[in-house]
T-cell receptor
């Protein structure tokens, strides 16, 4: 079974520039998550999709972050404009059973963003 | 105060040792508890999933939940160098949410 694919692997930008990350979940997984992991911290949920609809985006800084999941498969996360504090690893995860009690999240390897 | 507290370590042990990793939490509404393992430059991988209080064993790994103390633990028996990684505890309030609250992770090194 192929895992969650993310690209790019690394990205370095200057503050105020824009950046986009791409995620391809495991085939057939209806639920997709974007998490932000700042160095030395645990991941924090940014947004959750169920198919192509948003379930939870309460922690997404909507003034600069946006995400979409067209056709309920691939997803992109965009930051515009980037700030220094956005430097982090952006992890995409997917699961097959949505919010079931024993759902298992499969994480990609992440995109490491450095904002200079 | 963070919702989930976890000692970041690092924790260094000799091969074969028993490792104890712990998290405390403040929100008594948490019902589901997980342990993830994260290797360097990789995403987290689910190790253990428990509901409510009690113990759960899977091979060399044992997860314990004590809801009365708001305390969860992961024990690793006969630790191996391949266990060297960051261990993250995570928890959630109910079954109808996909939002996990993670601890900051404990870095473990098992020396041959």
């Amino acid at each position: 079974e192929a895992g969650v694919a993310q690209s790019p692997r690394y990205k370095i930008i200057e503050k105020r520039q824009s950046v986009a990350f791409w995620c391809n979940p495991i085939s057939g997984h209806a639920t997709l998550y974007w998490y932000q992991q700042i160095l030395g911290q645990g991941p924090k949920l940014l947004i959750q999709f169920q198919n192509n609809g948003v379930v939870d985006d309460s922690q997404l800084p909507k003034d600069r972050f946006s995400a979409e999941r067209l056709k309920g498969v691939d997803s992109t996360l965009k930051i515009q404009p980037a700030k220094l504090e956005d430097s982090a690893v952006y992890l995409c995860a997917s699961s097959s059973r949505g919010t079931a009690t024993n759902e298992k999240l499969f994480f990609g390897s992440g995109t490491q963003l450095s904002v200079l | 105060q963070k919702e989930v507290e976890q000692d970041p370590g690092p924790l260094s042990v000799p091969e074969g040792a028993i490792v104890s990793l712990n998290c405390t939490y403040s929100n008594s509404a948490f019902q589901y508890f997980m342990w993830y393992r994260q290797y360097s430059r990789k995403g987290p991988e689910l190790l253990m999933y428990t509901y409510s209080s009690g113990n759960k064993e899977d091979g060399r790994f044992t997860a314990q939940v004590d809801k009365s103390s708001k305390y969860i633990s992961l024990f690793i028996r006969d630790s191996q160098p391949s266990d060297s990684a960051t261990y993250l505890c995570a928890m959630k309030i109910s079954s109808n949410t996909g939002k996990l609250i993670f601890g900051q992770g404990t870095t473990l090194q098992v020396k041959p």
